[in-house]
């Protein structure tokens, strides 16, 4: 007998556009493998300062402690698609289209003479023409994902949530945002093999067969 995992999959996403966006994707892909660009995958995660639980086996009944406030530390950022080099920005307020410029601008000078290709979403403050107009001034080329399509770069917010955050409790604002500072960090050095392991390139492709049937 065989046993295969099931997986969700958003009920409005749209196939046809995932798999139009994957050949679109394959060019830019080779080119940045070649090093002939630069090909970034680029969001913006929001930490909110509460609990965030994680799996324990036990016996008896574990409580975690929890703040009681909802501030969060907002950290956009950008990940080389082939290098893994990653590139971060902070802050308490708000993620807005001035911070994706000023992303933008960071990333322009970081691989200046080079072509760069950015993978984003469709966040009202990545999709409006404040970004698309410097964009185009840079000459950075933007690429939208189709929408309820994972972003590569979701999977580095993933570890530092397992790695700094799970099953954690920090007294302090201060000791919250420090902790996920130092985790980033950290992401070259301590956890690029898990990383290597997670930031791959190979887009699965569904096939329409594979989606049960309530």
């Not at 394959?26 to 002939?36: D, L, S, T, V, Y």
């Not at 660009?37 to 994680?54: K, R, S, T």
């Not at 984003?120 to 404040?130: F, P, T, V």
């Not at 700094?164 to 201060?174: G, M």
């Amino acid at each position: 007998m065989t046993f295969r995992k099931t997986a969700a999959l958003p009920a409005k996403a749209d196939w046809e556009k995932q798999e139009e966006f994957k050949k679109t994707s394959e060019p830019e892909i080779a080119r940045a493998k070649a090093g002939e660009a630069v090909l970034l995958f680029m969001d913006g995660v929001h930490f909110v300062q509460v609990a965030f639980l994680g799996d324990l086996w036990c016996f008896t009944r574990i409580f975690l402690r929890s703040p009681s406030g909802r501030k969060r530390w907002n950290v956009p950022g950008a990940c080389n698609a082939v290098s893994g080099q990653w590139t971060v920005a902070a802050n308490d307020g708000y993620i807005t289209a001035v911070t994706v410029c000023g992303m933008l601008r960071k990333l322009s000078v970081q691989y200046a003479g080079r072509p760069i290709v950015i993978v984003l979403d469709h966040a009202r403050y990545q999709h409006g023409k404040l970004v698309e107009g410097l964009a185009k001034e840079l000459g950075i080329t933007l690429q939208f994902l189709p929408s309820y399509s994972p972003n590569l770069i979701e999977r580095l917010w993933k570890l530092v949530k397992k790695k700094c955050l799970d099953n954690i409790y920090y007294e302090t604002f201060d000791e919250f945002t420090s902790g996920i500072n130092d985790c980033l960090r950290r992401v070259e050095t301590d956890y690029q093999s898990e990383l290597d392991t997670l930031m791959k390139l190979n887009f699965q492709k569904l096939k329409k067969s594979q989606l049960m049937t309530l």
